[in-house]
């Protein structure tokens, strides 16, 4: 069963500052969990590739400046910032394929993504900090979902940056296997482009046929 917080009991995150912080890995360091981890996903939404999923425990005397949520930076900070985060902090990657997509459903591959990245973490956590509403089950500490956790916590962001640029790097290589459908341009999202490329080519290995416009039993578009 999935764990996820309620949202009428009293929570300490229902403050977002002007840009993330690390406020919220400090209060758990007051309370004696340390160190911190915080986890996010990117890729639930395309017709496409990977949902890939970042862990990442900051140093907190080398956090590097600049931290945001991944959507609000620009190509350019985002892998600026990946190769800082990458050079000063435990970073773990993990992804679920579109055939593990397909078998579980989206939230459940992303959510198994996120417990394979902390997992994989170098340093085990005492306790991780998790984009969304949901806590990923079978984490090997204790986990907390934080909604909008990428625009409050730097760790969450961080990790928002990692996984964001590790799966556009992916989609540019899948492009060069199948560049009739345009990957390195939409990054698997259901663009027009990526429409007709379906409708032209047929889908590949990389799609998910439990998407519409994809699945079997989807309405005619």
Same mark, same amino acid.
């Given at each position: 069963?999935?764990?996820?917080?309620?949202?009428?009991?009293?929570?300490?995150?229902?403050?977002?500052?002007?840009?993330?912080?690390?406020?919220?890995?400090?209060?758990?360091?007051?309370? @004696?969990?340390?160190?911190?981890?915080?986890?996010?996903?990117? @890729?639930?939404?395309?017709?496409?590739?990977?949902?890939?999923?970042?862990?990442?425990?900051?140093?907190?005397?080398?956090?590097?400046?600049?931290?945001?949520?991944?959507?609000?930076?620009?190509?350019?900070?985002?892998?600026?910032?990946?190769?800082? #985060?990458?050079?000063?902090?435990?970073?773990?990657?993990?992804?679920? @394929?579109?055939?593990? #997509?397909?078998?579980?459903?989206?939230?459940?591959?992303?959510?198994?993504?996120?417990?394979?990245?902390? +997992?994989?973490?170098?340093?085990?956590?005492?306790?991780?900090? #998790?984009?969304?509403?949901?806590?990923?089950?079978?984490?090997?500490?204790?986990?907390? +979902?934080? #909604?909008? @956790?990428?625009?409050?916590?730097?760790?969450?962001?961080?990790?928002?940056?990692?996984?964001?640029?590790?799966?556009?790097?992916?989609? +540019?290589?899948?492009?060069?296997?199948?560049?009739?459908?345009?990957?390195?341009?939409?990054?698997?999202?259901?663009?027009?482009?990526?429409?007709?490329?379906?409708?032209?080519?047929?889908?590949?290995?990389?799609?998910?046929?439990?998407?519409?416009?994809?699945?079997?039993? +989807?309405?005619?578009?």
């Amino acid at each position: 069963m999935l764990s996820r917080t309620s949202p009428d009991s009293p929570s300490l995150f229902e403050e977002v500052p002007p840009v993330p912080d690390f406020s919220l890995e400090l209060m758990a360091r007051k309370a @004696g969990h340390w160190p911190v981890a915080g986890t996010d996903e990117v @890729g639930r939404g395309p017709l496409a590739g990977p949902v890939v999923a970042a862990a990442v425990i900051l140093d907190p005397d080398n956090i590097p400046a600049g931290l945001n949520d991944s959507k609000r930076l620009s190509e350019l900070q985002r892998e600026a910032l990946f190769a800082a #985060i990458m050079a000063s902090a435990v970073v773990s990657i993990a992804t679920s @394929g579109p055939c593990h #997509i397909d078998e579980r459903n989206i939230l459940r591959a992303s959510l198994d993504a996120m417990r394979r990245a902390v +997992a994989g973490l170098a340093v085990a956590p005492a306790c991780v900090l #998790i984009d969304g509403r949901d806590v990923p089950p079978g984490l090997n500490c204790p986990g907390k +979902a934080v #909604i909008r @956790g990428d625009a409050r916590s730097v760790s969450i962001a961080a990790a928002s940056i990692i996984a964001k640029v590790t799966r556009d790097r992916m989609m +540019a290589r899948a492009h060069e296997v199948f560049p009739q459908y345009g990957f390195s341009r939409h990054a698997g999202y259901g663009t027009k482009q990526h429409r007709d490329g379906i409708e032209a080519h047929g889908p590949c290995v990389l799609h998910r046929m439990s998407f519409r416009p994809l699945r079997k039993d +989807a309405p005619p578009q």
